[in-house]
């Protein structure tokens, strides 16, 4: 669990799926409320998924007498085209429907960082902030708190925005998306060692904005690690290998540290590049099946591969069976499911 208390206001960043996440919630605001000394019983929701387990949270908080404000910009432009895109109309419905003025959902084509829909200090007096745990989540509650600098806006966009893009903001803002990018990977084994990696990182980042030398130093050193992660991810490149025209893999399995980011936007240079392929050993369905393939369609060709075609129709999202994917152009499987569906289903697929 990652919690700051940003200009003294109690602030969790999680994103809620479950039912343990809606406890939570309601724990933490709970607590924050017994020791809350201020005007007001606002607690904000910024930038986090628009889900049925946060529908419950923001119900029940309303139900115990706080007054919810939700922002967000992860509303649907349009009709859904997909059970993902509908959960979020509907659910985004229930919060208008219990919050009225208070919601505010949008898209992120009008709103590409959360920060543009809070101004300076708004929620200042709020009793706690329950944000997304990314960098858009971190500046929006920053910001919504009172804790800002002239820049954050447009650097929140370039954090939320494609991975060669994150790096590109002022300074101090390049050290977040650099802190971010060497978070230990997803490893199920060592779950609680990357939350406390992010617990300090966005720890540090909030001091450095508010001046702290000390933990400015500390962002520094891991820049260095990114500069060296970028180093690794050059030279991963190298060995990347066609598995068909226009599909590239890369083996980083048992590699040191690389940046993901980087790596993708050098496979992506090609422009016969349609689909990029990481055989990784860690990620949720490595933790399951020791292999994961993670495979990534081009941002031009993102409107016209559809990943979902390679797998069967019948199969579902699901990492014990060996399969994540949400969004067109992103799919994770099991080596199994690769060499049963996936690679066969390359080699056939009709490239734009
Ligand atoms: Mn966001």
Redesign the pocket.
């Known amino acids: 669990m990652i919690t700051l208390k940003i200009n003294n206001i109690p602030t969790l960043f999680i994103k809620a799926f479950t039912a343990a996440d809606v406890q939570i919630i309601l724990d933490f605001v709970r607590n924050a409320a017994a020791s809350f000394a201020g005007p007001g019983n606002t607690v904000l929701f910024i ?1 986090t998924p628009i889900t049925a387990a946060t529908v419950e949270a923001v119900g029940r908080l309303k139900s115990e007498g706080f007054r919810v404000a939700f922002r967000d ?1 992860h509303g649907i432009a349009g009709n859904p085209s997909n059970d993902r895109e509908r959960k979020v109309v509907t659910a985004a419905a229930k919060l208008e429907q219990l919050l009225g003025e208070d919601c505010r959902i949008t898209i992120r084509d009008l709103h590409p ?2 920060s543009t829909l809070v101004s300076v200090g708004e929620f200042a007096n709020a009793v706690a902030i329950i944000a ?1 745990p ?1 960098a ?2 971190l500046t929006a509650a920053m910001k919504a708190a009172g804790v800002s600098y002239p820049g954050l806006d447009d650097d929140a966009a370039k954090l ?1 925005g494609e991975p060669q893009f994150q790096v590109t903001g002022t300074p101090i803002s390049q050290l977040l998306a650099k802190g971010i990018a060497v978070l230990p990977s997803y490893d199920p084994a060592k779950a609680k060692e990357r939350e406390a990696a992010h617990q300090l990182l966005f720890s540090d980042w909030l001091k450095a904005v508010c001046g702290n030398e000390t933990a400015l130093k500390r962002l520094e050193e891991r820049e260095i690690l990114y500069e060296e992660a970028v180093r690794v991810s050059q030279a991963l490149a190298q060995t990347a290998v066609a598995v068909v025209p226009g599909v590239v893999l890369v083996d980083v399995v048992d590699k040191p540290l690389y940046d993901p980011g980087t790596l993708n936007a050098l496979l992506e240079r090609d422009p016969d590049c349609r689909i990029t392929v990481l055989r990784k050993s860690l990620g949720p369905i490595a933790a399951l099946h020791g292999i994961q393939y993670s495979l990534s369609v081009s941002k031009a060709y993102q409107g016209t591969v559809d990943l979902h075609n390679l797998i069967p129709s019948y199969a579902k999202s699901d990492p014990d069976l060996g399969i994540i994917s949400n969004v067109s152009f992103l799919l994770h499987t099991s080596e199994d499911v690769w060499k049963a569906h996936v690679l066969p289903g390359l080699k056939s697929m009709e490239m734009p």
Do not use: F, S, Y
């Open positions: 930038d910009h960082a959360c997304d990314d858009d989540g939320d």
